[in-house]
């Protein structure tokens, strides 16, 4: 179902019609359920796949919960050049009750950002 060959996907169809018609399902039961598992197939991904995402959310969640500014200051760097995301880094660092201190002019050998427990300084980059 991955590589979405239309005619391939419609033969697999008959065939899954075939067999759920076997096993006592209407055709229009089978369809149905062939429906659900074409539409999982254009986002699903395997277990390893499930497993390492899950590993990063994890990791991520953890640094977010016990190195805050840390973790914001990372990805306001990260993601500097896109307006949008910092000022949503921006807005979710002030929920999660961290001081944001004004922009200051950095030089180009210092870091975008720096941090304390607390407080995120955010500076304009070179």
Known sequence: MGKKNAEEMA?????FREGAGRNGLTPAKADE????MEKFAGYG?????????????FQ?????AHHTAAFMA???SAIMDDTDKVQQFHED????????LPR???????ASCRWTKKHVRYGLGP
């Open 60 to 64: 991520t969640a953890y640094f977010k």
């Open 104 to 110: 200051i002019f950095m030089r180009a050998n210092t």
């Open 11 to 15: 033969q697999h169809r008959s065939i």
């Open 45 to 57: 991904f395997n277990k390893s796949h499930a497993a390492a995402y899950a590993l990063v959310a």
């Open 74 to 76: 990372a990805n306001l």
């Open 33 to 36: 359920i062939f429906d659900l």
């Open 93 to 100: 660092a002030i929920v999660n009750k961290m001081e944001m």
